[in-house]
């Protein structure tokens, strides 16, 4: 088990950028698979991008897709996600994610996520 906080929200103008970073704690942070979701009012929480325990695989939500960057650094136990081009739809509370099991098929998937962070509220002007 890991547990995890999260920082870097904050309040920025449509277009501009935010980087947040999931830190982590638990020796085995390197064996989790980390995701970020994201959930403004009233809606579902939703998948954001997530990274299998080596870096090699990463994936996004299409909405994401070119304007967010996921990345992990194993020594340092933390995950971050630069956020470029920001627009008002990206405002919402996120999270970051990890869990030892969560296969391919289920990354996309909050359901499968045992641990949480306790979120960063990240809001977009236009």
């Known amino acids: 088990q890991v547990q995890l906080v999260e920082s870097g929200g904050g309040l920025v103008q449509a277009g501009g950028s935010l980087r947040l970073s999931c830190a982590a704690s638990?020796?085995?942070?390197?064996?989790?698979?980390i995701g970020w979701f994201r959930q403004a009012p009233g809606k579902e929480r939703e998948f954001v991008a997530g990274i299998r325990w080596n870096s090699r695989h990463t994936y996004y939500a299409g909405s994401v897709e070119g304007r967010f960057t996921i990345s992990r650094d194993n020594a340092k136990n933390t995950v971050d996600l630069q956020m470029n081009n920001l627009k008002p739809d990206d405002t919402a509370v996120y999270y970051c994610a990890a869990d030892t099991s969560v296969i391919l098929s289920s990354l996309r998937y909050h359901a499968y996520y045992k641990n949480w962070g306790q979120g960063t509220q990240v809001t977009v002007s236009s």
């Open positions: 638990g020796r085995t942070f390197r064996d989790h698979t």
